[in-house]
């Protein structure tokens, strides 16, 4: 298995710029998770999928974030517009609902926003 | 508010030396618990879990912890340490919001 997939590894943007930051989890997991990683906030969730569907998404920190999960490959956070504060490492991880807190994650997206 | 705390953001061991690293959590009710471990540039990896079975729980890469309910603790040791396991290690709990908690995360150095 390939693992949980990311794209891009690494981003650099322009303040007020839009950002895209995709996701491919692991085959057969139904379980779809966002995180963000800082130095000052340490790790946070931001939101996660079960089977496509948004259900909890109350650590998205402003209306400028949103997530999608078209279909069970893919999921996509975006950011618009981006500012500075929002750099970090962005994460996501996936998982079965037979074992919901074992969790696979991603090799990050580290976003800079200048 | 329900929170994992890790002591210690940085430790440093020997090579060959016992590794300890804390972890406490609060919560009335004893929580599943983790530790993940992140080395550099890639994301994190499950190294243990505790799901209310043995108090005693085995990982990879020859660390083990112990939960101990009396002082909400779920610290990870490993008793040789050896240099790839320089990396940063994060407990976390799920407890009554059903969300993985993570702490703050230690970052592990070890010396030749």
């Known amino acids: 298995d390939a693992g949980v997939i990311q794209s891009p590894r690494h981003e650099v943007t322009e303040m007020g710029q839009e950002v895209t930051l995709r996701c491919k989890p692991i085959s057969g997991h139904d379980y779809l998770f966002w995180y963000r990683q800082t130095m000052m906030r340490g790790l946070e969730l931001l939101i996660y999928f079960n089977n496509n569907v948004p259900i909890d998404d109350s650590g998205m920190p402003e209306d400028r974030f949103s997530a999608k999960m078209p279909n069970a490959s893919f999921s996509t956070l975006k950011i618009q517009p981006s500012e500075p504060r929002d750099s970090a490492v962005y994460f996501c991880?996936?998982?079965?609902?037979?074992?919901?807190?074992?969790?696979?994650f991603g090799p990050g997206t580290r976003l800079t926003v200048t | 508010a329900q929170s994992v705390t890790q002591l210690g953001s940085h430790v440093s061991v020997s090579e060959g030396a016992l590794v300890l690293l804390r972890c406490n959590y609060s919560s009335s009710v004893p929580p599943y618990l983790f530790w993940y471990v992140q080395y550099p540039n890639q994301g994190l990896q499950l190294l243990l879990k505790?799901?209310?079975?043995?108090?005693l729980v085995k990982g990879i890469n020859g660390f083990e912890a112990e939960f101990k309910k009396s002082e909400t603790s779920f610290h990870l040791t490993k008793p040789s340490a050896h240099m790839s396991d320089a990396a940063e290690y994060f407990c976390a709990a799920v407890m009554g919001t059903g969300k993985l908690i993570f702490g703050q995360g230690t970052t592990l150095q070890v010396k030749p």
């Open positions: 991880a996936s998982t079965s609902g037979t074992d919901y807190y074992e969790q696979y």
């Open positions: 505790y799901t209310s079975a043995a108090t």
